[in-house]
């Protein structure tokens, strides 16, 4: 199975009304676990964040894909 890139956040429970609206209410839950942290504080969570993350994809490929994905992007915006 290939890296999903399209958006595919959804509560499994019940429909939404927008599309973007689980992704929307990710993003807030993501930003509220970091507020008032310190930096250090903070990436730890994201480290702890991560490695759970992964652990439940379990497939290397895919995890695989995601790194080199993320590095390009790092690329990209280092350069801009």
């Known amino acids: ?14 429909s939404s009304q927008r599309d973007y609206s689980a992704g929307d209410d990710f993003y807030q839950l993501l930003i509220d676990s970091h507020r008032d942290l310190s930096d250090e504080a903070s ?14 994809i379990g497939d290397l490929n895919i995890l695989q894909e995601a790194l080199r994905l993320a590095a390009e992007n790092k690329e990209s915006a280092q350069s801009v």
């Open 1 to 14: 199975m290939p890296l999903n890139l399209q958006s595919n956040f959804h509560y499994p429970d019940k």
């Open 43 to 56: 990436a730890s969570l994201n480290a702890r964040l991560i490695l759970l993350l992964a652990n439940h």
